[in-house]
T-cell receptor, first 114, second 109 residues
Framework: DAEITQSPRHKITETGRQVTLACHQT?????MFWYRQDLGHGLRLIHY???????NKGEVSDGYSVSRSNTEDLPLTLESAASSQTSVYFC?????????????FGEGSRLTVL | DQQVKQNSPSLSVQEGRISILNCDYT??????FLWYKKYPAEGPTFLIS?????DKNEDGRFTVFLNKSAKHLSLHIVPSQPGDSAVYFC????????FGTGTRLTIIP
């Protein structure tokens, strides 16, 4: 069965360290997204990609970067982790554009920045 | 500026009764609305959606109602079952998907 997987599921790091969260999907979807979930804010879009070599900023992109070198993977990098980036991160993918909004989510990566 | 709002952080309902989850939005340009369900330690999963040209959509026990004049969306679950206990997110889209803050639904056996 096609799926979307995230790793690591849990990560503890220190302020200032670089962290990369991996996302791999086998749906062969063109569109991939990274969200963060925080209490009181719901899910907020960090970055997204509509295909290989395409990346775009979402509403909370400061301090994060992504790259898309193939269809299956969209790693999320925190260049210099900050305590404000402690959160649960979800990767998602979709076949079509967000206009129909049906996304397939991974199980999440819980990041703690000390 | 929260364009999609779920004003009830939590809701408890007896098993077998109706659960009604509410969502308000401010952007009249939204043209598609969705509900996602999330269990602990899992990612959200798509539940049901509705286009702005409709006012109701049903799928089994789940019905979504859209009142465009009031900019209000609701999800009805009838009858409620223990497995429905989860966090429910409403979302709206024009070109980008915007999520609400979520409502934790607890079904009491």
């Amino acid at each position: 069965d096609a799926e979307i997987t995230q790793s690591p599921r849990h990560k503890i790091t220190e302020t200032g360290r670089q962290v990369t969260l991996a996302c791999h999907q086998t749906w062969n979807h063109n569109n991939m997204f990274w969200y963060r979930q925080d209490l009181g804010h719901g899910l907020r879009l960090i970055h997204y990609s509509y295909g290989v070599q395409d990346t775009n900023k979402g509403e909370v992109s400061d301090g994060y970067s992504v790259s898309r070198s193939n269809t299956e993977d969209l790693p999320l990098t925190l260049e210099s982790a900050a305590s404000s980036q402690t959160s649960v991160y979800f990767c998602a993918s979709s076949a079509g554009r967000e206009t129909t909004g049906e996304l397939f989510f991974g199980e999440g990566s819980r990041l703690t920045v000390l | 500026d929260q364009q999609v709002k779920q004003n009830s952080p939590s809701l408890s309902v007896q098993e077998g009764r109706i659960s009604i989850l509410n969502c308000d939005y401010t952007n009249s340009m939204f043209d598609y609305f969705l509900w996602y369900k999330k269990y602990p330690a899992e990612g959200p999963t798509f539940l049901i959606s509705i286009s702005s040209i409709k006012d109701k959509n049903e799928d089994g026990r789940f019905t979504v109602f859209l009142n465009k004049s009031a900019k209000h969306l609701s999800l009805h679950i009838v009858p409620s079952q223990p497995g429905d206990s989860a966090v429910y997110f409403c979302a709206a889209t024009r070109e980008k998907l915007t999520f609400g803050t979520g409502t934790r639904l607890t079904i009491i056996p």
